[in-house]
């Protein structure tokens, strides 16, 4: 098969990709030029009966949990379309903020699928994108020919005020196969625009390409864009890698900053820096100008030599002779670099997952478990009900009862039921405060429109069927 790209996007029920749950996936396939291959997809996934969704997410989107049931597909029957018609051999697929978004919620419902969560995205030819940071260095460092949008005297890179400020057709914003269309529009925008960017910033996407520029091994200077930097210089500066990091990745120093404020800290007085909440940080508020570069994210990054035309290095406020002085400081900094990477590599723990759908990061799955997996998946509702968790990893022995509940409920024992129940019970009840807070306040709000009253309507209603004891939240 020919190369190509596959477009996608999800609405989902909230925010966290280990807790809430895809609603709606919609992609179309495009060849090299953009050009579209075939009919696009637009598919509602099932919600199921243990989840409440995010009310403001749901505004947004106006999606109702039963159009969900009534119009959707289950999880699994997902999951095997996505590896048989979108995650073909040779397809890059892309997203705008999906690796940081959507591909996370990708991974989960592959997971509870006893999926493997990872090939989709690196076998076979296989390939992702993210055109989020590929727009934000474009808009850094070769704007034109491009519309950019400013919202109140700040820079906005929304997808929706992209497409209305260059005139391309985009009536439903956040409905997933709106936005699909109005990414191809503006990728094939940016691809006629500048092309020697766009093809640079797509053949490097893979991180052993990505490795030959950015090596702690062998450091060097280069250009950097990430949500993490700052608005003023279009969230791309010039950075260093400063030392490794943890999964075989680096940490990397920002290059705005001037290395020596920094050096005479202790180590308890960056950490109280990194750990300083958000609701504390106050306008003057200067965070630690080091982060960690996760090569399997396609991070955009370029050499330094690019900022040599189009007034690149007076865009970013930087010259030669400043990184040069700065780097030398950082090379003469061991304790420095020691405080820090002590502090930022300290491994994240996975451990207090309260369920085991949410700990696809705990640790790898063994071949052996990967064929009970796949004997799983592939097994029928009568198969199913013969098959006993005997897997290795506990993880996925105690998701087969909801698995079951989410595919084939006719598979479940008497004990899986009563076990899927008390699951059931124990999430709604975490989700619970949250959603009757936010509820209360759409509730109250007196500017909705007619289709998200509706909304609320069908969120109570969905409430009430998944706890059957409750009242009416409006009384």
């Known amino acids: 098969?020919?190369?190509?790209?596959?477009f996608y996007d999800l609405e989902t029920s909230g925010l966290n990709a280990r807790d809430d749950r895809i609603m709606q996936f919609a992609g179309q396939r495009t060849d090299q030029?953009?050009?579209?291959?075939?009919?696009?997809?637009?598919?509602?996934i099932k919600l199921s009966d243990d989840t409440l969704p995010?009310?403001?997410?749901?505004?947004?989107?106006g999606i109702?949990?039963?159009?969900?049931?009534?119009?959707?597909?289950?999880?699994?029957?997902?999951?095997?379309?996505?590896?048989?018609?979108?995650?073909?051999?040779d397809t890059t697929i892309v997203g705008f903020n999906n690796v940081r978004f959507d591909d996370e919620f990708i991974r989960a419902i592959l997971w509870r699928s006893y999926f493997d969560p990872y090939?989709?995205?690196y076998s076979e030819g296989r390939s992702r994108w993210d055109m989020l940071d590929v727009i934000r260095m474009t808009r850094a460092l070769r704007p034109d020919g491009i519309k950019w949008p400013v919202v109140d005297g700040k820079a906005t890179n929304r997808l929706e005020l992209l497409t209305k400020e260059n005139n391309i057709s985009h009536d439903n914003a956040h409905d997933a196969l709106s936005d699909v269309k109005a990414l191809i529009a503006i990728t094939k925008l940016i691809a006629e625009q500048q092309p020697r960017l766009f093809n640079y910033l797509l053949s490097i996407r893979n991180k052993n390409e990505i490795k030959k520029l950015v090596s702690f091994e062998n450091p060097q200077s280069f250009v950097y864009t990430s949500g993490r930097y700052s608005q003023q210089y279009q969230k791309t500066t010039i950075a260093y890698p400063l030392a490794p990091a943890e999964h075989g990745n680096v940490l990397v120093y920002d290059l705005h900053h001037d290395p020596e404020p920094w050096l005479r800290l202790s180590a308890e007085e960056i950490k109280k820096i990194v750990e300083t909440p958000y609701a504390e940080r106050g306008d003057d508020y200067v965070g630690l100008p080091v982060k960690k570069l996760q090569y399997n994210r396609c991070p955009a990054v370029?050499?330094?030599?690019?900022?040599?035309?189009?007034?690149?290095?007076?865009?970013?406020?930087?010259?030669?002779?400043?990184?040069?002085?700065?780097?030398?400081?950082?090379k003469t900094s061991s304790d420095f670099i020691k405080r820090v990477s002590d502090l930022l590599n300290a491994k994240a723990k996975y451990s207090n997952n309260i369920e085991p759908e949410a700990s696809l990061y705990d640790d790898f799955v063994t071949p052996k478990d990967n064929l009970r997996m796949e004997a799983i998946r592939n097994a029928t509702a009568n198969e199913l009900k013969k098959i006993t968790a005997n897997f290795a990893d506990k993880r996925l022995a105690?998701?087969?009862?909801r698995y079951k509940a989410y595919n084939a409920p006719s598979a479940m024992t008497d004990v899986e039921r009563e076990q899927y129940d008390k699951f059931r019970r124990q999430r709604i009840a975490r989700q619970e405060p949250a959603f009757i807070k936010d509820m209360s306040y759409f509730l109250k709000k007196?500017?909705?429109?007619?289709?998200?009253?509706?909304?609320?309507?069908e969120l109570q209603l969905w409430y009430q069927s998944i706890v059957p004891s409750v009242d009416d939240m409006s009384d």
């Open 446 to 457: 007196n500017d909705l429109s007619d289709h998200q009253q509706f909304v609320l309507e």
């Open 119 to 121: 090939q989709w995205s």
């Open 302 to 330: 370029a050499p330094i030599g690019v900022l040599d035309s189009h007034d690149g290095w007076k865009r970013l406020d930087l010259s030669k002779e400043i990184i040069n002085q700065r780097i030398a400081k950082l």
């Open 64 to 89: 109702t949990p039963q159009k969900t049931v009534y119009e959707g597909y289950s999880e699994l029957e997902f999951c095997k379309i996505f590896y048989e018609q979108i995650a073909t051999s």
């Open 398 to 401: 105690s998701m087969l009862p």
């Open 1 to 6: 098969m020919a190369k190509t790209f596959f």
């Open 54 to 61: 995010s009310p403001g997410a749901l505004m947004v989107t």
């Open 33 to 44: 030029d953009f050009s579209p291959i075939g009919e696009p997809i637009n598919i509602m």
